[in-house]
């Protein structure tokens, strides 16, 4: 398989050499391959340290935020620069496994479905703190409810999914936490596949459980619209006679 592994990065600059190492040889067995770290807006040493890492790993790409966007828009950034046609996403904090990414790849060749558009890690050992832990469960056990998507943990970092499928998305601010129902609405398959989740080594989360949980019920609302919006026709072109 031809993999895009594409990392969104804010002030890891602890974390980012570790974990460039830890890609590259989880992926040593595949087809093709490249790394795309997008450094969103980082006002530490992360761009130092990725400049100097591409000089050792020639997979290795990185691009550059001038501001910070957010997490969905440095994932499409780097969606949008990708060169291959399977994207594997992975949070920059270290706590997602790159070793689970040819895992995901062997749950999707076992499959042998051409509409399995997305593979969704499934943290089923969180190393996180109780409130985290429990705010997670919540906010999913919400959004299951109600989009009936069948995820049962859409916020985490590790994914692997089609580029063009991602990309035919309507794209909205957070909408990473809501791509196996968009996917979904799009007509695609999403199956979720047990993860490792590790603690974080180093540096601290990038944003609150509060704030993400008030722009998640709009966010939610606004996926509850396009659901209701949206429909899928059966198209077939007819033969001349």
């Not at 695609?188 to 509060?210: A, C, D, E, M, W």
């Amino acid at each position: 398989m031809q993999i895009s592994v594409v990392v969104p990065v804010h002030n890891e600059t602890d974390n980012v050499d570790a974990l460039i190492a830890e890609i590259d040889r989880a992926l040593s067995g595949q087809e093709a391959y490249e790394m795309i770290f997008v450094d969103d807006g980082s006002t530490d040493d992360t761009a130092a340290k990725l400049q100097r890492a591409m000089q050792k790993y020639p997979a290795l790409r990185v691009l550059q935020h001038r501001r910070s966007c957010g997490q969905s828009r440095a994932v499409h950034s780097g969606v949008v620069a990708a060169h291959y046609p399977w994207i594997a996403t992975l949070d920059g904090d270290g706590q997602n496994d790159p070793a689970d990414i040819p895992n995901l790849v062997a749950a999707w060749q076992a499959q042998n479905d051409p509409q399995l558009w997305m593979l969704a890690g499934f943290r089923h050992q969180r190393n996180d703190t109780g409130w985290r832990k429990f705010s997670s469960k919540f906010a999913n056990a919400v959004r299951q409810a109600i989009l009936h998507d069948a995820t049962p943990d859409t916020g985490c970092g590790l994914k692997l999914f089609l580029r063009d499928k991602f990309l035919a998305l309507p794209y909205f601010d957070h909408i990473h936490r809501f791509l196996p129902a968009l996917i979904q609405m799009a007509g695609g398959r999403v199956i979720s596949v047990k993860v490792n989740h590790r603690p974080r080594s180093f540096g601290q989360s990038k944003y609150g459980t509060l704030d993400r949980a008030l722009v998640g019920i709009v966010d939610l609302l606004g996926v509850v619209w396009l659901k209701r919006r949206h429909s899928l026709a059966q198209v077939s072109e007819v033969a001349r006679g």
